[in-house]
């Protein structure tokens, strides 16, 4: 299985993370390498995974979606109140990978205390079912390991 990983660099936690599978090949890309996820797109490659800017999300998805591959992207889970998810899955199942607790996200080693809303993994083709709800660690534990781990 090669998982392409459009919005990453090497040291990205979805390559490491995937990586350790050994069914699993990553691929990764990054706008600062010159691989604009617009109009660049690997030799190879089966799944997307990854979190793409919440800027222009509908441009994001329509992309995916034109792949005609199986995708799994993390966006803020306020879209849904948004057109665009309404008119591009109209005729394709969304489906929604939630949490019980909301995603915390690292950013240059520290977790980003700013996000304040909850957000999931918009798939299409990707999940055995429309919508799983998944348990996460409570935000207070999460830091604790987190923390626990730099040490």
């Known amino acids: 299985l090669i998982v392409w990983c459009p919005f990453d660099k090497e040291e990205s936690n979805f390559v490491k993370q995937l990586s350790k599978w050994a069914f699993v090949d990553v691929v990764f890309s990054h706008i600062d390498n010159g691989q604009d996820f617009f109009n660049y797109e690997p030799k190879e490659w089966d799944i997307i995974v990854s979190n793409p800017p919440f800027t222009n999300k509908r441009k994001y998805f329509e992309r995916a979606l034109n792949f005609n591959k199986p995708f799994a992207l993390i966006m803020t889970n306020a879209w849904l109140n948004d057109s665009a998810p309404k008119q591009l899955f109209k005729d394709k199942e969304l489906q929604l990978l939630m949490f019980t607790y909301r995603m915390l996200f690292i950013q240059n080693g520290e977790i980003d205390t700013r996000i ?35 040490k």
Do not use: R
Not at 125 to 144: A, G, H, M, V, Y
């Open 116 to 150: 304040t809303f909850s957000s999931s993994y918009f798939c299409w083709n990707f999940l055995p079912k429309q919508i799983i709800i998944k348990d996460l660690i409570s935000p207070n534990e999460f830091k604790k390991e987190f923390l626990e781990i730099k």
